[in-house]
């Protein structure tokens, strides 16, 4: 097939003169399906009056369409490949399009294809996906209180009380302001943090202690989905407000009223250039972004016309303020009608005059509802929610039925979320998934159970004035940063993508085995973390063998095979009956702390 | 195959004095049959997989060309003999190939472009090169930021491309750093990155013979082969008490042994380069002939050098580095936001050639990005666009300082610069020039791609 797309009706482009200037700048000037789009290539500003005239610059050629033998998606690539062959068999094996009314009768009903030496058991597979970690504490609450029980109060989170630590992210003195505010005080105000750091901050906090864990997991789905990242010209102060007031706002609700949010938000509308963009000069990044990334996906039936058309129709979309970054309103949402383009626009079936600037916000977000309704933007959407949540190549029959719960639902997220964990296949798939670098460290964390506040011997930094909370916080956030994969911190509009393909590295892993080191031993007196005999039961158990059956219970939940065993005690080079308090063993228990967190059954979930 | 060669079970063989040597071996002894059934099955189903996508003959290229998935994870498991010492594995061919990718579509006119251009002028005023620029040949200017390297330009080391593309790829993002990374459609690659291809053409050497810098691995070095990917060599190592770290190393290692997951192949791999990483990083690095390493490309590059200087036979690196997506205050001349991330380049591989010293001579960097961005700036930055520069810096002399083909900007591809110069033929040529390929060879890589007609190498 012809890489280019070059329908027939536009292959005879004549030679253009002036006009073919205006194909420089990507301005409409085709007929999309054949209506009539006007062009407003007759005002480009790029000669004055006495400006050269543009001889040959040679034809234009047609618009150029996404390559539709490409690959759609990050995830799709990545799977594709020959060392993903174990994990698409996975997949395959347990691939279904049955959804049941209650995730108990789904898991009643799967059969759970577990790997060998691994635990077969529902409630660990449901802490694993619903949460960023198994602890002891969250699966007794589960077991006693039923899955979907447990489900149903998830899907509430307003019913769920905040933990003491999310009642102490309001110590992260920028957290609450509103975006004005912060805009107005953060370059004079020289001892706070960044704000970006802060919101990197509050969001593990909130991953690590949280008790509204699936909330918490679905707004990090929904955070790769609209990446706002905080570093870029401006963006470390209007995205984090991005993360608060458009992500968290609706991450249980529309997903189409986030998107209508966020394209008026000024995080996303300065990071994705809409700010910058006139109607005598699009600029189409966001444009692009918003059908690629946010709605239809890559391969989801749009064309660069549609690109263009969107692009002018956006203008308009901007932010309150001159070139100074001290103006309090600098980084506030404005729609600006005398930056709209008017005119009829026609982009993925929906047309309209387009007339009146001082109605085009009304037509952008006409616009916006339009796509994110369409069948494939319910399939993005329900694809990468099913590789978030049920494995790295979900079936497209269950990403079908899920995309119809998106549609029949009008894009309300909950419902959508809840038949995805009432499908045979999401119960079919335990430790299917590999945790990305920051959910691993994350893991790790709660398994250890640390607290929020400080150990014996904690030294408060001399500047800037910070909460040992917030001390503790920066700790770990430097260890993300050497990890690679920092959350609300990827630097390009695609988010972290969440298949294991992508992250199969060592250096991350062996940072992450460094920092269970580290804070067994006390490294990191902002946070309190057990010691390593402290993750025994006490008294201890008599010998190495029951000690090491009991770490294995308390940081994997589960209790190991004879194998599993016996390499773990070759750490202390001591057998199973050795009396547990030899000096061998006792000084070898965190790195047998390590090699269980370092284990598959820590890694894989 | 594989329990005979880790842990032979021939008499005097049996006492071997770590106990986690003892765990290692009663754990493979207790999946051995189940894994070799496994395997067994798998390589029975890659190799007809195999056939039926090439429509031939089972053949036993999944054996001998890399094994993947449980096949690797169990050929792997020789790891304990074949990969302790990386001195005394097969060095390969001695040459080392960096693959750099700029991510987010590098405005390639703002880093090359025609001198006094009377198109340029008139529909990117704000974004022209300023008389900084630096003359190169063929009335071409080089964007100043490119000042660190222009003892390396004028001893004919580095050359620019300009043009460079392939009709396949679209302006989106995604799709086109797909395409790039397979060096080709998915259809044409069959799932599998370009460098990982590339290995198959350079056989087996040790743990180090392709790393990934970098969060995530490269989608150009997935495949049929396992990476190293690291975020630095500095990173790659565990603090642990010293009394237990090989035994902890060594358990965790079994505790993936048999694993049907790739990340069972990571830690195989793995484990052996945090032992030689250890051993490299013990000391603090010393870079050599006043090198200095700044900034992104530097502080990744300096890794390589390390690994290099360490006499560590890697053949084939790849990194990436973003920001290059200069729709709005693009920059490009001093203080400006392109000028310094081609700056950061610059530095990076100036310093590293230099600290390289005779071993340069092995090394070749090739850097490329998904598309060039349109010639007509949007107002004080620049759209998705098509042909884009690419940079080639080696050791050894190189065929000019511009090569390729260049019709100038009368002639446009929706007003963009067409793909006059193969991107892949690029890619296989710069490889082939590399490790002295043969043509069948590269065409095995990029089978669907014309070579490019100009020479890269003086």
Redesign the interface.
Known sequence: MTPQHRPEHRSATPRLGRRSFASLVGFASVAAGGAVVASNSDRLPFFGADGPPPSDVGPRTEAVSLNTSANTSVEQSYMDAKSATELRKAAEASASDVILSRPSAAAAQAKASVPEGFPNDPILHLANRATFGATPALLARIKSMGIDAWIDQQLKPDSIPYTTAEVKIKELPGIHLTLAQASATIHTNKVMDSLADEYLWATTARMIWSDRQLFERVVDFCTDRINVPMHFDFGSVSAPYFGRDVIRKHAFGKYADMLVAAVQHAGLVIYLNQSQSQKARPNENLARELLELHTVGAGGGYTEEDVRQAALLQTGLGVIGGKVVTDAGHYTFAFRPNNHYTGPIKIMGFSHPNASADKGLEVIKAYVNHVVRLPAAAKSFARELATKFVSDKPSDALVDKLAKVYLDNDTAIVPVVRAMFSSVEFWASPFAKMHRPSEYLVSIYRKLGVQPQTAPGYKPPSAPARTPFADGLRGMGTVLNNMGQVPVHRGTPDGWSDVATAYLGISWMSTAWTEIDFVLRGGRPALRFPTAANLLPSPQPATAGACVDALAQRLVAQKPTSAQRALLLSIAEVGADSPASATAFQGALVDIAKALLASPQSLLR | MMGSNVYPNGRGQEKLP???E???R??YE??AS?NAAIRDD?LRL?DVEEAQQEGRGVTRRAVVGGA???A?ALATAEFAVTKAAYAAAPTGSGKTLINIFL??ACDGLGLLAPGDD??LK??RPNLLLDRTAIPLERGFVLNSAFTPLKPLIDAGRVAFVPAVSD?????????SI??C??GG???ET????WLDRLLDNLGPTTTFQAV?I????S?TL???H???????LK???????A???E??L???E???H??????????A???Q??RTAEKLTSTAYKPANGAVYTGAVGTGLQSVAQLLRGDVPVEVINMAF??Y?T???EGVNSGGHLYNLLSDLAKGLAAFFADLGTKAQNTTVIVTTEFGR????????T??GHGGVAIVVSGRKLAGKVIGGWKG???????DVPATNNMFGLYGKVAQGVFGLTDSAVKKVFPNNPAVSFSIFG
């Open positions: 770590d106990p986690a003892v765990a290692l009663a754990a207790a999946t189940n798998f890659s993947v998935g449980a690797a991510v987010g009377a198109i008139a529909v009709n396949k790829l679209p302006r989106s993002h995604f799709q797909d395409i990374s397979l459609l998915p259809s069959k799932g599998t990155g990934n970098g969060a995530q691995t989608r997935v495949g049929n396992v990476p190293l990917s690291i975020a630095s990173a790659l190592g565990v603090r642990g008490d009394r237990y770290h035994r902890t060594k358990a965790i079994g505790l993936f048999g694993l049907a997951h790739p990340a069972g192949d990571v830690i791999n793995g484990m380069a945090i973003g920001g997506d729709h709005a205050a349109r010639v007509a700036q949007n107002n004080d930055g759209d998705h900007l009368k002639e446009l591809d929706n007003g």
